[in-house]
């Protein structure tokens, strides 16, 4: 239902910009966020957005750098990502939220994903 896209391969201190699209679902209500998978971790939170675009947050590790934003208009959903290091090399998925807003950090509070697009950040 959502569509990463965007990924690819790019050298430390560049920029990558990542996009989500849903393919047949309404997320103009729905709080949205990034996760990201490196081989052999478990997912992690990257950024979240509520539903209106108003309010944002950050894991630590990627504040100053990445930036999450929406389009509810088209739909779509954005992660620019600046300064890239090789540890932010993962597979990164898009995901929505029917939940209450709060922090929205845990993976299990998500009930729809994109099927991930591949960051490969070389030193």
């Known amino acids: 239902q959502l569509q990463a896209s965007g990924g690819g391969l790019v050298q430390a201190g560049g920029s990558l910009n990542l996009s989500c699209a849903p393919a047949?679902?309404?997320?103009?209500?729905?709080?949205m966020a990034w996760f990201r998978q490196a081989p052999g971790q478990e997912r992690e939170f990257v950024a979240v957005i509520n539903w209106s675009g108003r309010v944002t947050d950050y894991a630590d590790s990627v504040k100053g750098r990445f930036t999450i934003s929406r389009d509810n208009a088209k739909p779509m959903l954005y992660l620019q990502m600046n300064s890239l290091k090789p540890e932010d090399t993962a597979v990164y998925y898009c995901?929505?939220?029917?939940?209450?807003?709060?922090?929205?950090?845990?993976?299990?509070?998500?009930?729809?994903w994109g099927q991930g697009t591949l960051v490969t950040v070389s030193s």
């Open positions: 995901a929505t939220s029917i939940q209450q807003w709060s922090k929205l950090r845990n993976a299990r509070e998500y009930d729809s």
């Open positions: 047949a679902l309404t997320i103009n209500t729905l709080h």
